[in-house]
């Protein structure tokens, strides 16, 4: 069962899953009082099955289509749609969560990863992010810091408006956002050149 939602259908399992399944009440039979130790038997499982037969394999496979069928009936007569309300709960014109100090930075050296590491994976640009971060120094990622303590001040002060009537909402909340950060971006470094000019 999914977490948000116990009535959503069990997801459906593939033939080695199944596999699986069977080794371990298997286990459990032979040996019930010893716990799992699931290292050593998840690599048990897998040299196991490279040597399981194609009969075996082909029931197995049987048992995996039988469960998709399974599967794809529940969730046609599961009720709510993907991106629904309900199935969320959640406020669909709520906002957006302000982006983390993180997030900041990678929306900035995602794509000079990208250029410098052609063909590159999306988990190894990840990879290469967060060893970037981590090889930061504090003063080098301060800049990332500022910009979401700006980006949480203006969300107060949007959210202030609001509540007090005052919030022009014809570019709509998002739009405001991000072209105050723009404008503040701006006006940092405009000052940052006076002072390197002084």
């Given amino acids: 069962m999914a977490k948000g939602d116990p009535k959503k259908p069990k997801g ?5 899953a199944f596999f699986v399944q069977t080794c371990r009440e298997e286990h459990k039979k032979k040996n019930p009082e010893v716990p799992v130790n ?3 038997f998840s690599k048990k499982r897998s040299e196991r099955w490279k040597t399981v037969s194609g009969k075996e394999k082909w029931k197995l496979d049987e048992m995996a289509k039988a469960d998709k069928v399974r599967y794809d009936r529940e969730m046609k007569d599961y009720g709510p749609a993907k991106g629904g309300e309900e199935e969320k709960g959640k406020d669909p014109n709520a906002p957006k969560r302000r982006p983390s100090v ?4 990678c929306s900035e050296f ?3 990863i ?5 063909g590159i994976s999306i988990g190894d640009v990840a990879k290469k992010l967060g060893d970037v971060w981590n090889n930061l120094s504090d003063s080098e990622k301060q800049p990332y ?16 408006s609001k509540s007090k009537g005052k919030f022009d909402g014809a570019m709509g909340p998002a739009k405001v956002f991000r072209k105050k950060v723009e404008e503040e971006d701006e006006e940092d470094e405009e000052e940052e050149e006076k002072e390197e000019d002084e």
């Fill in 12 to 16: 459906k399992m593939s033939a080695y």
């Fill in 114 to 118: 990208k250029s410098t590491n052609p």
């Fill in 38 to 40: 699931f290292a050593e």
């Fill in 145 to 160: 810091i500022t910009k979401a303590a700006k980006l949480k001040k203006y969300e107060k002060d949007v959210a202030d």
């Fill in 110 to 112: 995602r794509l000079k």
């Fill in 102 to 105: 993180f997030f900041l930075f």
